[in-house]
């Protein structure tokens, strides 16, 4: 039996981002930041996963799938499908696959791909 956390980053894909939201971000920033944040939960002891979205109908199956493949400690909802008001419906999608899917898990939110690490801190 192991005592090793389980997170998931739910995340708009790189390739569906709005950068002009985002001003010095681009997809290649994004994708890095996205690998270290998993890469330092690994180092940590976590079990880390990324569940990249779209923004249009797959977002819903690629979210179930994730949450579906096993439980999961915390869920941190990225900062890209909160903070747009342009994707408000698929955040709020989001939201209720989470409760849905993974109902014991903690919710979380980052302000960024840079903090997620401490965003998921906070409720491991």
Not at 46 to 63: F, I, N, P, Y
Not at 91 to 107: D, G, M, Q, R, S
């Amino acid at each position: 039996m192991t005592n090793k956390k389980n997170v998931v980053l739910i995340a708009l894909h790189p390739d569906a981002v709005n950068y002009r939201r985002w001003p010095g971000l681009d997809a290649d920033r994004l994708r890095r930041q996205l690998e270290e944040q998993k890469h330092a939960l690994e180092e940590e002891g976590v079990d880390a996963a990324l569940c990249l979205v779209d923004s249009g109908r797959t977002a819903s199956e690629a979210v179930t799938e994730a949450l579906d493949r096993r439980p999961y400690d915390c869920v941190v909802i990225d900062a890209g499908l909160r903070a747009d008001d342009e994707r408000f419906p698929l955040f709020e999608k989001v939201l209720n696959l989470v409760h849905e899917h993974a109902p014991t898990a903690n919710i979380c939110f980052n302000t960024g791909p840079e903090d997620t690490v401490n965003a998921a801190r906070r409720w491991l």
